[in-house]
């Protein structure tokens, strides 16, 4: 089930984030998100989070945006590949009728994942943080004819 994050989810959605990122982009070193973790963690309270708990009420993974933005999608790993993930960004779709996002040239696998719900690469950039390669993708809702 998808809902709002609420602050009782802040030590749980850090721990999705780091082991998720750590996970998704193993060619950054894991110490870069161990570093980003603190500052992170003082910013979801500010940022419209959505997450998803199982049936025992545990919260297994989380979007967050910024307007129609995502700053990401993170999924607990031993529970990826089982629609926490779609289910999250259905939600971010439903609230959006255009959303944008980045992810790295080097997550394949997320890369693959926003291609399969219709996200499209607009450009490629440069994370000045990480020095990675990154494409800017666009997802935009259907019109009637």
Partial sequence: MVREFQITDLERVAEIWL???VRA???IPGRYWEGQLETV???FPQAELY???D??????GFVGLSGEHIEGIFVWPPVQ?????????DRAKAAHGRLTLNVYRNNDRAAAFYRREGFQIRGESVDESTGEAECRMV???????
């Fill in 19 to 21: 082991a998720a990122n």
């Fill in 25 to 27: 982009h193993d060619f």
């Fill in 41 to 43: 963690r003082t910013l």
């Fill in 51 to 53: 997450v998803w708990q």
């Fill in 55 to 60: 049936g025992d009420g545990a919260v297994q």
């Fill in 81 to 89: 590949s089982r629609g926490v993930g779609k289910a999250l960004l």
């Fill in 139 to 145: 997802w935009e809702r259907r019109r009637g004819c």
